[in-house]
């Protein structure tokens, strides 16, 4: 919940758009966030920000 807070404070900052940004924030942020879980155990994390050090890079499936 916390998360979608955050993102429907984030649509103030889009003046002419602000109704439509929260709109899309509760039709779709359930559904990213539901999907978000299934991709973070299954997508190494790290890689996918760029920020491993060198090295074997391992998964979050892995550990």
């Known amino acids: 919940m916390e998360i979608l807070e955050l993102l ?3 649509c103030n900052s889009v003046q002419n758009y602000v109704q439509k940004c929260k709109r899309l924030v ?3 942020g359930p559904l990213i966030l539901a999907n978000a879980e299934h ?6 994390v790290c890689t996918i920000l ?3 050090d060198g090295g074997k890079q ?3 499936a892995d550990s």
Do not use: R
């Not at 991709?39 to 190494?44: N, S």
């Open 58 to 60: 391992e998964s979050v």
């Open 50 to 52: 760029h920020a491993c």
């Open 26 to 28: 509760f039709e779709y």
């Open 8 to 10: 429907l404070k984030g």
């Open 39 to 44: 991709f973070l155990e299954t997508t190494d």
